[in-house]
C-alpha cells in the first residue's frame, strides 16, 4: 500500500486534517459533488436510482461516487481505482475508554505512531438495515506530536472500487422506520443488494 503524503511531512498536512468533517471524511472534490448533488451509480435500475435520490433527500449519502471522481484517486492496472482518507478523530468526540487507548500510543522516541485500537469504530451509527451497519476492517489510529506538547489523531482508511457499497455510507442512522417508509427501506436493502451483486464487474 502508498504510504499517505502525511508520512512523509506531517507539519504540512496536519492543517489540511483540521478542516476533515467531524465523524466523516469527505476530500474537496467529494463535498462539492455533494454539494451539487450528485447521483451515484448510473447504470443501477431506474427505480433503484430513484430509491438512491428520496435516501439522498433524507439525508443518506453514499461518499464512494464522490471519491472514484476524486483527482487524488490512483488507478490500478486493472482499471481499478483506490483513495487512501485520512480521518482526524478529535479528542472531545471521542469516548472514555477511546481516548484513553488513543493516549497511550507511545510516541515518546518519534514523531508519530499507529496502534490497533478495540473501540474506535464502538460508537458508529447503525440502520435499521443490517447490511447497512458496516464496521471498517481496520481499527488503527495514529497518533501525531504537533508540536505543543499535544497530539492529534488520525485513522487511515482506504476506499477502492472494491469497497462494500455500504462502507462509506454518511447519516447512515437516518434509514430507520422513525425516518423512512417500509417501501423506502426496503428498496434500499435492494439497492445495496444490488451494488453488492455488481461490485466485481
Do not use: C
Request: glycine share 4%; hydrophobic share 30%.
Amino acid at each position: 500500500m502508498t504510504k499517505p503524503d502525511l508520512f512523509n511531512n506531517p507539519d504540512e498536512k496536519l492543517t489540511s486534517l483540521g478542516q476533515l468533517i467531524t465523524g466523516s471524511i469527505i476530500n474537496e472534490t467529494g463535498q462539492s459533488a455533494i454539494n451539487q448533488g450528485a447521483d451515484s451509480v448510473n447504470s443501477q435500475p431506474n427505480y433503484l436510482r430513484v430509491t438512491s435520490h428520496r435516501a439522498s433527500n433524507k439525508g443518506l449519502l453514499d461518499l464512494k461516487p464522490y471519491f472514484a471522481n476524486s483527482p487524488k484517486a490512483k488507478h490500478t492496472k486493472n482499471g481499478g481505482w483506490y483513495l487512501i482518507v485520512p480521518i482526524r478523530r478529535k479528542t472531545r468526540d471521542m469516548s472514555y475508554q477511546l481516548y484513553q487507548q488513543a493516549k497511550n500510543i507511545d510516541i515518546s522516541n518519534k514523531s508519530m505512531a499507529t496502534s490497533p485500537i478495540n473501540s474506535l469504530y464502538s460508537n458508529r451509527q447503525t440502520s435499521d438495515i443490517s447490511l447497512l451497519n458496516y464496521q471498517p476492517k481496520s481499527n488503527n489510529l495514529t497518533r501525531i506530536a504537533n508540536g505543543n506538547n499535544g497530539s492529534t489523531y488520525v485513522s487511515f482508511r482506504t476506499v477502492s472500487d472494491k469497497s462494500n457499497p455500504a462502507s462509506w455510507i454518511l447519516n447512515r442512522d437516518t434509514a430507520t422506520s422513525e425516518n423512512m417508509s417500509k417501501t423506502l427501506l426496503s428498496n434500499l436493502e435492494r439497492l445495496i443488494k444490488y451494488r453488492l451483486s455488481h461490485l466485481n464487474e
